[in-house]
């Protein structure tokens, strides 16, 4: 039997992204409808979310649950692991030097999932219906969404949270410029023999960043960029093999090296839609930016999604899909995704290429970092939070 749900606001997509929208809108007292089935119990991969997104989860009531499960990120490192004729300075980003104890925390995502979905399931004021979306009609003054279960949603505002495919931002008309790099990410979790220190290092080598991020204990997650053919060989091997490997590829940084998860393998892709917003519909999570796992952006921006949200919605206090609320959206997370999508696009591709002129800005851009102390200091607030650093060095310049 066909049900019809009203709400006011729907939300398409059960990922992480989709389940911080539900319970930060349910917060701000919306009805909200949250589509889509219960998340992967098989994702190997981790997040590193920085401190805004931490305080986000506090106000959600979500960190409490997980802090034991995670690790600080109290420093940051870049290594030149190449074998170029240019090669870029080792610098190092220490938290303590823009006041914080920790630029933020690395989690596994069964573990920030797992705890989303308990909030979301103890909040009455979310409907829960773990079928996908399966069909969209845009009204004047409405969307209509049909389910997987025979359910019919209406609601004033449709929230895409469904992925880098996003049905409901095609349904939405709104296109999207895609690309795809040479580049697949394989993903693990090992243990180690040496303290990480809360230390996180990114080697950068021809083919991608080889990532290191610490895990609580003497345990550490791995994103390894690797051209087509290494990941084939790299997926290939047995946990002894791998792990050797991996332990080669550091230098015995971390000591002897015993991968704890299988090895999974996610081919590199980037996307930027041509709209934020539009028809009723406002896009968050990878629905609105796809780009490679450098400088722990990914699930951040969509946090920041979910907060540029909250504001937007003020446009229209009476209508929460008016065109006013995405137009306000829209402009809001414009020049935010552009310019991270651009730099971490333009980093990754001056990896791979072999173009000279490229290696030198790269290398000049990163003794800048590590020989200027301002230079660092802004260029890390704003890798926290986008107008950090222009806001503290405003109030450093008015305290002058």
Known sequence: MSVKIEKQIAIAGSGPAGMIAALALTKEGYEVALIGPSPSENDQRTTALMM?????LKRLGVWDVISSQTA?????RIVDATRRLVRSPTVTFHAGEIGEQAFGYNMPNTVLNKALAKAVDADPRIARI???ATGYRHMADH????TGDGSEMVARLLVACDGRNSPAREAADIGARRWTYPQTAIVLSFAHTLDHENISTEFHTEDGPFTQVPLPG???SLVWVANPALAEELMSLD???LAARVEERMHSMLGKVTVETKQQAWPLSGLVPTAFAANRTVLAGEAAHVFPPIGAQGLNLG???VETLLKALQADPSDMGAERVTRAYDRSRRPDVLARTGSVDALNRSLLTGFLPAQIARSVGLELLRSFA???GFFMREGLKPGSGFTWKFRANSAR
């Open 218 to 220: 003497r345990r550490s």
């Open 72 to 76: 600080p990120l109290a420093t940051m």
């Open 374 to 376: 301002p230079l660092r």
């Open 239 to 241: 946990p002894t093999a």
């Open 52 to 56: 805004p997104a931490i305080e986000f």
């Open 143 to 146: 969307v209509e969404i049909q």
């Open 130 to 132: 773990l079928s996908p």
């Open 303 to 305: 946090v920041r999604d």
